[in-house]
């Protein structure tokens, strides 16, 4: 492999084919993000090569992306939107979700554009019935533990409005507003 990382900054053909092989093998098995694609092929790409220099990582980064956008198999805005349903649907606040789309590299105009459409009641309706709390609470309600649910609807990231909310619904009105929300 010493031939083939040379000092120069251009990578060779070889490593050019094995950036685009990486690419479609990480594809194949889940969606990324440009900034995560860029960052696994990176790594990759030192780990494969001996003695390679930063600008031959820029280059086979840069060429994976490019040739993942090229052919459709890379689109940050439908990354977006599929998970801000997705985390809609398993009961996480915009809040939530938009900081983990900006943890994954995704621009902050596409993150507002993806939760614009986020409905939080429902996503507090979910984790509410995921975590048995307000309405579909299995036992009765002290002052400690109302305490302790509002806690973790904060911590997920909904604010108190959304929490007294739900708290107040009857079990009925909860289901309703459930079944009401499937079509996220």
Excluded at 15 to 37: C, D, G, P
Excluded at 96 to 105: E, H, P, R, T
Excluded at 110 to 135: M, N, Q, S
Excluded at 154 to 180: N, P, Q, Y
Aim: charged content about 35%; overall charge positive; glycine content about 4%.
């Amino acid at each position: 492999m010493d031939e083939e990382t040379q000092q120069s900054d251009t990578p060779t053909p070889r490593m050019f084919a094995w950036a685009r092989n990486s690419a479609i093998y990480r594809l194949e098995r889940r969606m990324h993000t440009e900034k995560q694609l860029f960052d696994a092929i990176s790594r990759k790409a030192r780990q494969e090569f001996d003695k390679i220099s930063d600008a031959q990582v820029k280059a086979l980064a840069d060429s994976a992306v490019k040739f993942a956008s090229d052919n459709r198999a890379l689109d940050d805005t439908a990354y977006a939107e599929i998970k801000a349903r997705s985390g809609m649907r398993g009961g996480k606040s915009k809040r939530a979700i938009a900081q983990n789309l900006s943890q994954k590299g995704v621009a902050k105009d596409t993150v507002a554009a993806a939760v614009a459409e986020a409905d939080d009641l429902y996503a507090a309706l979910v984790l509410a019935r995921k975590r048995a709390f307000g309405p579909f609470r299995k036992c009765d309600s002290d002052e400690k533990r109302r305490s302790k649910e509002l806690s973790a609807f904060a911590r997920a990231g909904f604010g108190f409005e959304i929490g007294k909310t739900v708290f107040e619904m009857s079990v009925d009105d909860a289901e309703e507003a459930l079944a009401a929300g499937r079509h996220f």
